[in-house]
């Protein structure tokens, strides 16, 4: 891990009623001046900072913050929160799948607003309004990602959103996101164009042909937010990455600009 990391070990949950670790990830310059700063609450967070508890390969966060902190001047608290295991379908979506389960979403999401964002906002010098406060994941996290901001317009002022499981619970979402209020704020949205992966066995057809029916959905919500009133490149980055398939160094190799494109409005907010 690199830069200051702090760990809030078994922060239990009476919404979900379990409890798991959250991780914290201080700015370069958190011990050194008296600012106060935005923060991202991001999903996954065993795979965010260290390649010993991932599942798959660690993002990298840690180190790409560093590197946006002392190289652009844009810094945030991040707050990783560790999927619970066998209850992430549970946890990171809003809807109920027939075959997968689901429907805790906003018990996960109460989580995160009445008893993470609480403790996060009391022990550290966050700012707390929506125009600073983030939140972010990939896959199912990116999916609850997106709900998130939608949902809770007064807690969360972006949000990033990485290869979503939009297809989850018959693709629910984009019903969700059509009857949704235009909110202003800022969503990054991404996928690349090799999702299901390809092989050179008698599968390779099918998985590139499911990989194009997926970045054609996320291209689909892309215009369902547009038509909604997020202008491009301004309100809404839309990012389709050539080769890329749905992993954790996909992710972490679209990392940073991600986080330039949602940070660089809040941290000149800050300075004004």
Not at 34 to 47: A, E, F, K, L, S
Not at 71 to 91: K, M, T
Not at 167 to 192: C, M, Q, R, T, V
Not at 205 to 223: C, P
Request: hydrophobic letters at 35%; charged letters at 25%; proline letters at 5%.
């Amino acid at each position: 891990m690199s830069g200051i990391i702090r760990i809030a070990p078994d922060v239990y949950s009476h919404q979900l009623r379990n409890e798991r670790d959250l991780i914290v990830y201080l700015p370069p310059s958190y011990h050194h001046t008296q600012r106060r700063y935005p923060v991202i609450y991001m999903q996954d967070g065993q795979n965010l900072f260290d390649n010993a508890t991932s599942y798959a390969g660690e993002w990298g966060v840690d180190e790409t913050m560093e590197y946006l902190g002392l190289q652009e001047g844009l810094e945030a608290i991040i707050v990783a929160i560790p999927n619970a295991g066998i209850h992430r379908l549970d946890e990171y979506s809003p809807f109920r799948d027939s075959r997968l389960g689901g429907g805790r979403g906003n018990d996960y999401l109460r989580f995160i607003i009445e008893s993470i964002k609480p403790q996060i906002d009391t022990e550290f010098r966050s700012l707390p309004g929506r125009r600073y406060t983030g939140i972010m994941g990939s896959s199912m996290g990116g999916l609850i990602s997106l709900y998130a901001y939608f949902e809770y317009p007064s807690v969360f002022g972006y949000a990033g959103v990485m290869s979503p499981s939009l297809w989850f619970a018959g693709e629910a979402i984009f019903d969700y996101i059509d009857s949704a209020n235009y909110h202003p704020g800022k969503i990054y949205l991404d996928a690349g164009t090799r999702e299901y992966g390809e092989s050179a066995n008698s599968g390779r057809l099918h998985r590139a042909a499911a990989s194009r029916r997926y970045y054609a959905s996320v291209r689909r919500l892309k215009g369902m937010l547009v038509k909604k009133g997020y202008r491009p490149f301004r309100d809404i980055m839309h990012v389709e990455e050539k080769w890329a398939e749905h992993s954790e160094s996909s992710w972490a190799r679209r990392l940073a600009p991600a986080l330039r494109f949602l940070l660089t409005e809040a941290m000149r907010q800050t300075s004004g």
